[in-house]
């Protein structure tokens, strides 16, 4: 069978035509549906776990033992997954870091929330070098910072690697006098 002058080029156009069209379907695909979007860390409680503090008036020190309990949840809105690499979860009095708890790398689903329960323990030394320290005391708050950073890629349609970096920042504040977490108040921030 011999095929019409016209016949093979009908046919590469076709071709041409559905690869253009498969190629448009894959871009359309990657800048709307499969967008990258914001993976956001929420601090849904922190609670005090530890609690020990003795005043010696006449050294002017504080002696100071705290550990806080804080539930962390990371959302990924992404219709793929998302995966992170190991990251530190900060404790800070006054810009100074005071404590501080690994969280290990992991992959978190589309559409998946995961939780976390991170246990920050203060490091005593750092914190009781601090000149702030016996006047926070003795106005009965001590003002604590936790800063969550997580770091990772989303990767779209096993090809597109898109890095993610979201944080977040609670500012929290100890009522020493009958030991609890009072005010708390969080900002969250996402970079692509």
Do not use: W
């Not at 499969?34 to 020190?61: G, N, Q, Y």
């Not at 589309?110 to 329960?117: A, D, L, P, Q, V």
């Amino acid at each position: 069978m011999k095929a019409g002058p016209g016949k093979g080029r009908k046919v590469c156009l076709i071709v041409t035509g559905v690869v253009i069209a498969l190629v448009l379907l894959i871009v359309i695909l990657a800048l709307t549906v499969f967008k990258a979007k914001h993976p956001t860390i929420i601090v849904d409680s922190t609670k005090l776990e530890d609690f020990h503090m003795s005043l010696d008036i006449a050294r002017l020190r504080v002696d100071l033992n705290v550990t806080l309990s804080t539930d962390v949840s990371v959302k990924n809105p992404n219709k793929v997954g998302f995966k992170y690499s190991d990251s530190i979860a900060h404790l800070n009095y006054r810009g100074q870091l005071i404590g501080e708890v690994p969280i290990p790398a992991g992959d978190i689903s589309s559409g998946e929330t995961k939780g976390f329960n991170l246990t920050l323990t203060v490091m005593a030394d750092r914190l009781l070098s601090n000149s702030q320290l016996f006047s926070d005391v003795t106005s009965g708050t001590l003002p604590l910072n936790t800063f969550v950073r997580i770091s990772g890629k989303v990767n779209i349609l096993g090809f597109i690697k898109v890095h993610v970096v979201s944080s977040t920042s609670c500012d929290v504040a100890i009522n020493l006098s009958n030991r609890t977490v009072g005010n708390q108040e969080c900002q969250y921030k996402t970079k692509l």
